[in-house]
């Protein structure tokens, strides 16, 4: 059975870069992203997919942008086996191998071309090497012993050669004394002389034998089946892990980028104000005073000890469905509406406190309207509660030629960000500037590049998380976000949520009103990583950034005094 035949049938997730290229996106999209990264992975979609031409296509132009990538190599060798080019992709295993001379997977997928080439011996030593770099690498270790058995049994088949019509049938007492000098064959004592032709001729017909032959044949290939899928898991784990190390290196040179620029711009503004109000002083000496009255300096934590929390708001939003039927994603919008329950019926948010925006009424002009002009601003009062929930599409900043980050509203364009996106350093601003609270719980289950179905799944997953880090910095506040910025945040295949708004809530409804979101934030935590690992085999792990200091907030604590909400908005 050849075992590549069972490695193509196997299916993966594709990324949204993938899916948005090949639903007709824009061009200026499609450059954006043309680098030696996104090669890749369309590569592995297009293998994945069946593919394999357009897969050595993309994956050789990712090599012409990096030479030295040896998941490229081990990728197109993966390609190459598709259309039985086995020379060819023994040639870039060799070359994976001389870049990453400890890869396993690849001494185990040599092995294997060798073992269907019929060369055993070769096989047999690729596969040790294998063992060598991963010794619980089982499916090296189970395709070595299926090798060593067929070489017994061509030995066996050379030094006993069997009559192709035997001219006398085989009597039952001449079976069990070859029978025996066959055991005994094996075990290394000597055969009675006389005894090979008989054995192997009785051996042969006996359909006792022949069953045994066959029950053995159907379990080597369940066992080199299983091989295969544990190789092709391995691998793909080891070029996950490879493109997300990459990917965080990325983030974090880029978050750099903008903390320094919104450093910079910030000193500007804050400049200007102080000319426009007549104050002399350098932007380094003003910096943090236009939002504290001049008692707090940049990095300075927000003191909230011991103030009781006079009334609470909540400003919820969530995109599924988008007018660029493209971007549609599956539970966002139903995460929201949860979340929005949940803080009605059991987090005492009073109903008119709570504001919900889902699909078409989370235009990017509703949005910022409810945020900095015609809702939060004149409602949220010092000492008040502010909690805002965002799940939608996010952008990397390196799809921006300025390199800002951006939330999707539901009118949103991709290849025009800057005309219809949510820039995340202006909603940083609106809330540090507008809202009147100093205590602002951001929430963000939103992501990178969009999303990807996956053939057969329930879910989607999203790719590359926004830099809590630098909310956080940019707002003074508390920011929780659905994973570290160079993780997936997954949706669940058990339940119609993402795992990280499912796990949220349940943690927040814990204790009840005496949970503290500390605590909550330590459940949610723990319950994400260990049921994204238990479905997917991959790392989820959410992130909490603040700025404050003093007691623990419980979020579902009652309000002390309570103010009506507004009923007509102007």
């Known amino acids: 059975m050849n075992r590549m035949a069972i490695s193509t049938k196997l299916k993966v997730m594709a990324c949204t870069l993938a899916l948005a290229v090949s639903s007709g996106y824009s061009g200026a999209m499609a450059a954006w992203y043309d680098n030696e990264n996104t090669f890749l992975d369309r590569g592995k ?12 296509s993309q994956l050789s132009e990712c090599l012409k942008l990096n030479p030295n990538r040896a998941d490229a190599y081990y990728w197109r060798a993966m390609a190459y086996q598709g259309i039985k080019q086995q020379d060819k992709a023994l040639k870039d ?18 092995g294997l071309i060798y073992s269907n080439q019929g060369k055993l ?11 060598r770099y991963d010794g619980n690498l089982n499916e090296a270790e189970i395709n070595k012993k299926f090798c060593l ?60 034998w022949l069953k045994l032959e066959k029950e053995l044949e ?40 903008e903390k320094a620029r919104h450093d910079e711009a910030e000193a500007r503004r804050i400049a200007m104000a102080a000319k426009v109000k007549g104050k002399p002083g350098t932007a380094t000496e003003t910096r943090g ?67 919900l925006l889902v699909d078409e009424k989370a235009t990017r002009a509703n949005i910022l309207s409810e945020l900095g002009d015609k809702w939060l601003p004149r409602v949220a009062n010092p000492d008040d509660l502010v909690l805002i929930y965002i799940s939608s599409h996010g952008s990397a900043s390196d799809m921006d030629i300025g390199g800002v980050n951006y939330l999707l509203a539901h009118d949103s364009q991709v290849d025009s960000l800057y005309a219809s996106g949510l820039p995340m350093q202006d909603l940083t601003r609106i809330i540090k500037g507008r809202v009147h609270s100093d205590r602002v719980v951001l929430v963000l289950d939103a992501c990178h590049s969009g999303a990807a179905e996956a053939a057969g799944s329930k879910g989607l997953y999203r790719k590359g998380n926004l830099d809590a880090e630098a909310v956080a910095q940019g707002t003074g506040q508390l920011v929780i976000s659905s994973s570290q910025p160079s993780q997936v945040s997954w949706e669940s295949k ?43 085999g991959v790392m989820q792990t959410p992130v909490l950034k603040t700025r404050w200091k003093g007691n623990d907030l419980r979020l579902s604590t009652p309000a002390v005094s309570p103010r009506p909400g507004l009923t007509d908005t102007p």
């Open 289 to 355: 005073a236009a939002e504290t009255g001049g008692e707090e300096t940049a990095g300075a934590a927000l003191d909230i000890t011991n103030r009781p929390v006079r009334d609470k708001w909540a400003l919820i939003i969530g995109i599924s469905n988008f007018q660029d039927k493209n971007l549609n994603l599956k539970y966002p919008a139903k995460d929201a509406r949860d979340f929005h329950d949940f803080l009605i019926k059991e987090a005492n948010f009073a109903p008119d406190h709570v504001k």
């Open 93 to 110: 295993l060799d070359e994976a191998i001389r870049l990453a001379p400890d890869s396993a997977t690849c001494y185990l997928n040599r």
């Open 149 to 208: 058995k067929e070489i017994e049994k061509q030995r066996i088949a050379k030094e006993n050669p069997q009559p192709t019509q035997p001219s006398t049938p085989v009597k039952s007492s001449v079976l069990a004394v070859t029978a025996s000098n066959t055991a005994a064959a094996h075990a290394g004592a000597p055969r009675t002389a006389g005894s090979t032709t008989a054995a192997a001729t009785a051996l042969g017909n006996d359909p006792k």
């Open 121 to 131: 011996e070769a096989a047999v030593e690729q596969f040790e090497e294998a063992l």
């Open 494 to 536: 058990n339940y119609q949520n993402s795992v990280f708004t499912r796990c949220l809530i349940e943690s927040l409804r814990k204790n009840g009103s005496s949970t503290t979101l500390g605590d909550a934030f330590q459940n949610l935590k723990d319950r994400v990583q260990e049921e994204v690992l238990r479905e997917r």
């Open 45 to 56: 979609q297009s293998y994945n997919s069946g593919a394999f031409d357009q897969a050595i």
């Open 218 to 257: 159907v379990k080597a290939q369940k066992e080199r089946a299983e091989a295969e899928r544990l190789a092709l898991a391995r691998a793909k784990a080891e070029a996950e892990n490879a493109r997300l190390a990459l990917k965080a290196k990325e983030v974090e040179e880029r978050a750099e980028r």
